[in-house]
């Protein structure tokens, strides 16, 4: 029987952040009808509290390994990101400084649509692994996500919010939607 008060796989910041990681992924699973600006709205709002839950994930040693388990496959990322490309048109490349490269002084070109669904696979999968409801499953999905946030998706918020904050700002952003998604505000 599992002591489920003393279990770290489903504590608050654990909770927390497949809250979190779902709602990311639901709204982009559903975001085919929504607008540029209601798009901009949610990742300006959701992306910064996806970094916090992040950077709060407890180290985990996973028991079993094999547990480890991936789930989005390339045409679901191929959907995600043209359907954002799509969306973003002129507006999806931008340029910043990559701390991680090996010259740091030059400006790389990125694609906002590129690095939001890069985070939605590695969201998508930590969610779909934690679901399983094993102690196993759940370890790996929050030992793997911490890993990723540290070396992949925590470096693509960074990067983005920038980029995402210039659009909303922007006086020529098309103002057709102005609701505010899933009452984030």
């Given at each position: 029987?599992?002591?489920?008060?003393?279990?770290?796989?489903?504590?608050?910041?654990?909770?927390?952040?497949?809250?979190?990681?779902?709602?990311?992924?639901?709204?982009?699973?559903?975001?085919?009808?929504?607008?540029?600006?209601?798009?901009?709205?949610?990742?300006?709002?959701i992306c910064p509290l996806l970094y916090l839950k992040g950077s709060l994930l407890p180290d985990i040693e996973v028991e079993d390994p094999d547990a480890n388990e991936r789930f989005v496959t390339a045409e679901n990322?191929?959907?995600?990101?043209?359907?954002?490309?799509?969306?973003?048109?002129?507006?999806?490349?931008?340029?910043?400084?990559?701390?991680?490269?090996?010259?740091?002084?030059?400006?790389?070109?990125?694609?906002?649509?590129?690095?939001?669904?890069?985070?939605?696979?590695?969201?998508?999968?930590?969610?779909?692994?934690?679901?399983?409801?094993?102690?196993?499953?759940?370890?790996?999905?929050?030992?793997?996500?911490?890993?990723?946030?540290?070396?992949?998706?925590?470096?693509?918020?960074?990067?983005?919010?920038?980029?995402?904050?210039?659009?909303?700002?922007?006086?020529?952003?098309?103002?057709?939607?102005?609701?505010?998604?899933?009452?984030?505000?």
């Open positions: 029987m599992t002591d489920y008060k003393n279990d770290i796989t489903i504590s608050k910041t654990i909770l927390e952040m497949v809250t979190v990681a779902n709602e990311y992924c639901h709204y982009l699973d559903t975001s085919e009808k929504k607008s540029k600006k209601g798009v901009l709205d949610f990742v300006n709002r990322w191929e959907t995600v990101f043209t359907l954002l490309r799509d969306k973003f048109v002129k507006d999806d490349e931008f340029w910043f400084i990559d701390p991680q490269h090996v010259n740091e002084d030059e400006p790389l070109k990125a694609s906002l649509a590129e690095n939001l669904a890069d985070l939605y696979q590695d969201m998508k999968d930590f969610i779909l692994l934690y679901q399983k409801n094993t102690y196993a499953a759940r370890q790996n999905a929050i030992a793997e996500c911490k890993r990723l946030f540290e070396s992949h998706w925590g470096y693509r918020i960074a990067n983005i919010m920038p980029k995402v904050h210039h659009l909303l700002y922007d006086k020529d952003l098309d103002e057709t939607d102005l609701d505010a998604p899933f009452g984030l505000i």
